[in-house]
């Protein structure tokens, strides 16, 4: 499975500011992913991140408040935007096995908007 | 996406019993089913998975099975350990290859 790294770990954030999350593959893979997993929930897809063009968005989430880059095949961040308390979450990159349909998931990043 | 509340469906079990956790799934298309384990403070990892055409596969100490009938998924995991204590996901995919996961349930283990 890929090794995959994601920074900060964890961050503390001010209402009204914006963050941005870096992923980082060890190989190359064809899909990443972000999700969202608010506390004592389930994990809610927020985009496909597309190398080289602008990510898919899910139902529910925009680019102005979600906006994500993915400049190579290993690499990809997503911001959070003008963030408020509702935004304290955990943010998961995920990837897609080069073998096709298992996704793997980073350690996550662990927000808490005051 | 399913939604869910704050509360996780909890399983308490001794040290050394076998557990079962459950899932049912909505979507008849889904032909791949993965789950999920995850400690506090960590992300997801995978445990095991399943496509539609077996309706068992065994791991090291973890076995799914998948009735497409009832459209329902179970884990079971042999000898459980304090260590298995965590949240187990379900996630299914079924036309696009993106995974849509089911509400967690969350394994205790009494030592």
């Known amino acids: 499975s890929a090794v995959i790294s994601q920074k900060p770990s964890r961050d503390i954030c001010q209402r009204g500011t914006s963050l941005t999350i870096q992923c980082q593959v060890d190989s190359q893979v064809t899909m990443m992913f972000w999700y969202r997993q608010q506390p004592g929930q389930s994990l809610t897809l927020i985009a496909t991140?597309?190398?080289?063009?602008?990510?898919?968005?899910e139902s529910g989430f925009v680019i102005d408040k979600f906006p994500i880059s993915r400049p190579n095949l290993t690499f990809s961040t997503l911001t959070v935007s003008n963030m408020s308390p509702e935004d304290s979450s955990i943010y998961l990159c995920?990837?897609?096995?080069?073998?096709?349909?298992?996704?793997?998931f980073g350690e996550g990043s662990w927000l808490t908007v005051v | 996406g399913e939604s869910v509340g704050l509360h996780l469906p909890t399983l308490s079990v001794q040290e050394g019993d076998n557990s079962i956790i459950n899932c049912a799934y909505s979507n008849s298309a889904s032909d791949y089913f993965i789950w999920y384990k995850q400690e506090s403070g960590k992300g997801p990892q995978f445990i095991i998975d399943?496509?539609?055409?077996?309706d068992k596969r065994q791991g090291q100490r973890v076995t799914v099975l998948l009735n497409k009938t009832v459209k329902h998924l179970s884990l079971q995991i042999a000898a459980t350990q304090p260590g298995d204590s965590a949240v187990y996901f379900c996630?299914?995919?079924?036309?696009?290859?993106?995974?849509?996961f089911g509400r967690g349930t969350s394994l205790i283990v009494h030592p």
């Open positions: 995920s990837v897609e096995a080069l073998s096709g349909n298992t996704i793997y």
């Open positions: 996630a299914e995919t079924g036309g696009s290859y993106i995974p849509t």
């Open positions: 399943i496509r539609s055409n077996m």
């Open positions: 991140a597309n190398q080289g063009s602008e990510a898919t968005y």
